[in-house]
């Protein structure tokens, strides 16, 4: 019950702007309006408003349906899905980034288990070292799932655990490792060297073309989301996002934003707390989702 309410938080307020009757400025501004409480950025929303409104006046749709179908061909162009398949008999990083708090050792198990199922050897590597909870919440997800985690001494270096997961890896013949990493930024220089380190040594470690970054994002932070990009993306590149806690939001317009700034294409969505919950990003199903089809 409470998942259908929270869904129409956008898709309400753009079924509301028809009662109208009437397109005009007026709709339009309100639109924006609900773009951005749906957690699309002011800037993004303008811009898709003002081309909309376009359009519609050159090709003089005026009704709902058709309307909705402009929108839709115009949001589609800013998302994108993307998948991540481990190389066989080859070392794959996948190293998880994300700020505390957005669900990151918990993905990391998600798709840790996703990739065990699909016949990978599988190791999740704790490289969130300076938080004790983050190593004991992996370990668990590893003994309940049957995964093997690599952890070091709580406060030791997170790169060396890499390293030995990557090791180990090759050792047994090559798969797939799911590293946990921090996300301090209210210490960011700290974070950004101790990222970077890993990265360095993931990206030596791994099989040419073997290592992705993967941003972990909250589906209900709204435009702070946006925020961890632009910092992530600089300190040591995105290849593309989760979004979590996608069954509490139906807003999501901060996938819009993050596409339209920086390319990053979606990998998975995550829609509960069971492992299960995580499903491949479908780029349409997302949208339509977005406008209340």
């Not at 798969?175 to 210490?187: E, K, M, P, S, Y």
């Not at 099989?207 to 993306?233: H, M, P």
């Not at 996938?255 to 995580?278: H, M, N, Q, R």
Request: charged share 30%; aromatic share 8%.
């Amino acid at each position: 019950m409470i998942i259908l309410v929270m869904k129409f938080s956008f898709a309400q307020a753009f079924k509301n702007l028809f009662s109208s009757k009437k397109i005009d400025g007026e709709f339009f501004e309100n639109l924006t309006d609900a773009l951005v409480e749906g957690d699309m950025g002011a800037k993004l929303a303008y811009e898709i408003t003002e081309k909309l409104e376009k359009i519609c006046r050159e090709k003089k749709v005026y009704d709902e349906q058709s309307i909705k179908s402009e929108l839709k061909s115009l949001l589609l162009g800013l998302v994108s899905s993307c998948e991540f398949l481990p190389e066989k008999g080859k070392v794959n990083i996948y190293m998880l980034l994300g700020v505390n708090g957005v669900g990151k050792t918990t993905s990391a198990a998600k798709i840790a288990n996703l990739y065990k199922k699909n016949g990978e050897n599988v190791i999740m590597a704790a490289s969130d070292t300076f938080r004790a909870a983050a190593e004991e919440q992996l370990e668990m997800h590893g003994e309940r799932l049957g995964i093997r985690v690599i952890a070091h001494q709580h406060g030791s270096d997170p790169s060396a655990v890499v390293f030995d997961a990557a090791e180990s890896c090759r050792a047994n013949g090559g798969g797939v490792i799911i590293a946990d990493t921090a996300g301090r930024l209210h210490n960011k220089e700290n974070l950004v060297r101790e990222l970077q380190k890993i990265d360095r040594i993931a990206r030596e470690k791994a099989d040419e073309g073997c290592f992705k970054k993967i941003l972990v994002i909250d589906g209900t932070t709204g435009q702070n989301a946006l925020r961890q990009a632009e910092v992530f993306s600089e300190t040591v590149g995105v290849d593309a996002i989760v979004i979590t806690k996608y069954d509490s939001t139906a807003r999501g317009g901060c996938a819009f934003s993050i596409g339209k700034e920086f390319s990053i294409p979606v990998l998975f969505v995550c829609t509960g707390e069971k492992y299960e919950d995580i499903q491949k990003f479908e780029r349409e199903k997302y949208v339509d989702e977005f406008l209340g089809y």
